[in-house]
């Protein structure tokens, strides 16, 4: 047995943990399951629904909690009962969507497990989207301001796909009118997201140490995008992957290699163990 250094090792999901071919290499899942063996905790923090992510963990025989929907919903993965959530509400959800629709944007709205989108169907962009998450989308018959009020949705995040020359204006707008109600931030190049604002990757960090009884002194997180930024600064040891944003690598106490050199496994092994 390896002795343990940092006691819980959190990892963002796409773009960190998954490769530019969207799997989890052999190199890091052996890392990941020997980190365990050895008495570490790893944890998932993902912007995914909580459907999206859960077969993924699972596959890699994780145990213990995964975070969903940037950290508004926390779930046991075995069962897959949601033990913490959080959402924003129907009237703010339509008020958001409708800003963004004033500017001629349509979105994605989450509540209850199912994906609404108002982007049409045979869009490239939502095509990809639902190829990569596994997820489909259920498209509204009219725009989803009026359809998230029509049926009352509270929303655990609402996404806006975007084309990448076009996500700063968004995030701009969107930062500007909402920052300070809601959780504002970027997943990847063409993903804007909103979510409740006491409950960002951070706060989740916070409440899974918490769970497991672990100092905040003794954890990692890892990353790729802005989405991971509060999550790397509550963590001990804040990293970011070396195809990370610049952002986030300003920010992050080590960069590593990138996802596509096994960027966790060198984590695990260079933070995990003493």
Do not use: W
């Not at 025989?61 to 046991?76: E, N, R, T």
């Not at 995040?157 to 500007?176: A, D, H, Q, S, W």
């Not at 990692?220 to 991971?228: C, E, F, H």
């Amino acid at each position: 047995m390896r002795k343990i250094n940092k006691k819980l090792i959190v990892s963002d999901f796409d773009g960190t943990l998954l490769n530019s071919s969207h799997t989890i290499s052999e190199k890091v899942k052996k890392a990941i399951n020997e980190y365990v063996a050895n008495g570490g905790i790893f944890a998932v923090c993902t912007g995914r629904m909580l459907k999206s992510i859960l077969p993924r963990v699972r596959e890699l025989g994780l145990k213990g909690l995964v975070v969903a929907y940037q950290g508004s919903v926390i779930a046991d993965i075995e069962t897959g009962s949601i033990i913490k959530k959080n959402s924003i509400m129907p009237n703010d959800a339509a008020r958001v969507c409708k800003f963004a629709e004033n500017y001629g944007y349509t979105s994605n709205t989450y509540s209850d497990e199912v994906l609404y989108t108002s982007i049409p169907s045979g869009d490239k962009r939502l095509d990809v989207y639902e190829s990569v998450t596994g997820i489909k989308a259920v498209n509204t018959p009219v725009p989803m301001s009026e359809f998230v009020k029509e049926h009352n949705l509270a929303c655990h995040k609402i996404t806006f796909l975007v084309y990448p020359e076009k996500r700063e204006c968004l995030f701009g707008l969107l930062k500007n009118r909402f920052g300070g109600e809601f959780d504002v931030t970027c997943s990847s190049s063409a993903l804007v997201e909103i979510s409740p604002k006491e409950d960002n990757k951070g706060v989740a960090l916070k409440y899974i140490a918490e769970h497991y009884g672990i100092a905040l002194s003794s954890t990692v997180a890892v990353g790729d995008n802005l989405n991971d930024l509060s999550m790397i600064k509550v963590a001990s040891i804040g990293v970011a992957v070396g195809n990370a944003v610049d952002a986030l690598k300003n920010e992050a106490d080590y960069v590593a290699v990138s996802n596509d050199e096994d960027a966790v496994a060198e984590i695990i092994e260079k933070f995990g163990y003493i």
